[in-house]
């Protein structure tokens, strides 16, 4: 009975939860944020440089020697530097949103924070401290 009540124990402290529902919601940001690159960012770029997509920019290295069954043949060897680029990309815009979502909740807990009148206890002892520092 000790390893059950051990789980349970585990699996419902409010941090799990917290992490879970942060992350629930961080998903649905992050797919969010990716709809909002794909179909926004995405295609203005496209527009402004004239190329579709930046996943087709890529370099020829050379080619290589592959077998298929029987046969061999030459295949192109392509550095995909065009897919890198769109990926840091991605990640600059989701990085950026969710900086300023942790923005807007830090301003928001400021207020509330600004907004709560200290109990009587701390004002007491904050009258003692200050009464002691002189």
């Given at each position: 009975m000790g390893f059950i009540q051990d789980f349970k124990a585990f699996a419902?402290?409010?941090?799990?939860?917290?992490?879970?529902v942060g992350i629930v919601?961080?998903?649905?940001?992050?797919?969010?944020?990716?709809?909002?690159?794909?179909?926004i960012?995405?295609?203005?770029?496209a527009f402004?440089?004239?190329?579709?997509?930046?996943?087709?920019?890529?370099?020829?290295l050379g080619e290589a020697e592959v077998v298929k069954g029987e046969e061999k043949m030459m295949e192109p060897i392509w550095l995909h530097y065009?897919?890198?680029?769109?990926?840091?990309?991605d990640f600059l815009i989701l990085a950026f949103a969710v900086f300023l979502a942790i923005r807007v909740m830090a301003q928001f807990m400021k207020k509330a924070e600004a907004a709560t009148?200290?109990?009587?206890?701390?004002?007491?002892?904050t009258q003692i401290r200050d009464s002691l520092a002189k």
């Open positions: 419902f402290k409010g941090n799990l939860i917290d992490m879970a919601i961080g998903t649905a940001t992050a797919a969010i944020v990716k709809s909002f690159i794909d179909n960012i995405a295609p203005l770029i402004l440089i004239n190329v579709p997509d930046l996943s087709q920019w890529k370099l020829r065009g897919t890198f680029i769109q990926n840091m990309l009148e200290p109990s009587a206890e701390v004002k007491l002892l």
